[in-house]
């Protein structure tokens, strides 16, 4: 079982490729005091650095989804809206 911070480290991997194609919303970071362990699996909000470091409300992304990162295999993928949904009505998003 991964601990939380290599679980942490896996998703910025995770995010910094996959995000290489997003042109100009490509420079985001997870928000590690907003990652939650629910279950088997990390879910790792995050947002664009320039809104994460300097308040530009201009920057800050809407409608991406967090990635999880399962804790046993440490394989990551983004969450779907379905289970954004359910983060949501627990209050956990």
Excluded: T
């Amino acid at each position: 079982m991964l601990e939380r911070e290599a679980a942490e480290q896996l998703a910025a991997e995770f995010l910094a490729r996959e995000s290489r194609s997003w042109g100009p919303s490509s420079r985001v970071r997870i928000i590690p005091e907003y990652c939650f362990v629910d279950g088997k699996q990390l879910i790792a909000p995050y947002d664009h650095v320039d809104y994460l470091d300097h308040g530009d409300e201009d920057m800050q992304l809407g409608g991406n989804l967090p990635i999880a990162v399962d804790l046993r295999s440490g394989s990551c993928r983004f969450i779907d809206w379905d289970e954004a949904d359910s983060f949501m009505e627990r209050e956990l998003l």
